[in-house]
């Protein structure tokens, strides 16, 4: 009789896996992504960073369009609250509900976007609330920092994940749930 050995599954690597999935994914699905040059640089569960360029970002002045900064904070916290879905196996749909940005001083180099729960908020009662209604809120906060450490750039968000199939939001819904 032979014993064969437990599988050992390495966490970062699925991590890795999954966070090139989406990397992918966005590239192919959202035409903007790929002209920004982004790149989901880390997520280690709790911590997103999302890399972009100054090249491709720029405006008149030669520091980073306001737009793009926009856009790279508001994607690096969706990505958060889809890889963290993705990885209890939940398929959902998710929205940026509302935001607030501040840009503090101008960026002159390629950038990082970290996104991560605001202080108040956690996972486990985020997952909670979606596996009882079917439906969440969570508050992100996301960061771009300067060469001195310093935020230059924040946004605060509401994403909504609404679990797709779900048949008591249909009902709510009226059958439109994205």
């Known amino acids: 009789?032979?014993?064969s050995r437990p599988v050992v599954i390495d966490p970062a690597a699925v991590r890795d896996v999954m966070r090139e999935g989406l990397e992918q994914e966005l590239l192919a699905d959202i035409p903007i992504t790929q002209a920004m040059q982004l790149q989901i640089a880390a997520w280690d569960g709790d911590c997103l960073s999302m890399a972009a360029p100054l090249a491709p970002n720029v405006n008149d002045k030669g520091c980073a369009f306001g737009g793009s900064l926009?856009?790279?904070m508001t994607l690096a916290g969706w990505s958060l609250v889809r890889l963290a879905?993705?990885?209890?196996?939940?398929?959902?749909?998710?929205?940026?509900?509302?935001?607030?940005i501040r840009y503090l001083a101008p960026v002159w180099a390629d950038f990082v976007a970290v996104a991560s729960l605001e202080a108040?908020?956690?996972?486990?009662?985020?997952f909670s609330t979606l596996h009882s209604r079917?439906?969440?809120r969570?508050?992100?906060?996301?960061e771009i920092r300067g060469p001195d450490e310093a935020v230059v750039t924040s946004l605060n968000a509401r994403f909504?994940?609404?679990v797709r199939g779900d048949a008591r939001l249909r009902a709510v819904c009226g059958g439109m749930t994205g």
């Open 138 to 142: 969570l508050g992100i906060r996301c």
């Open 120 to 126: 108040d908020e956690s996972f486990a009662s985020f």
């Open 70 to 72: 926009a856009s790279v």
């Open 1 to 3: 009789m032979s014993l």
């Open 85 to 100: 879905t993705g990885q209890r196996g939940l398929d959902c749909d998710i929205y940026v509900q509302d935001s607030t």
């Open 160 to 162: 909504v994940a609404l």
């Open 134 to 136: 079917g439906k969440a």
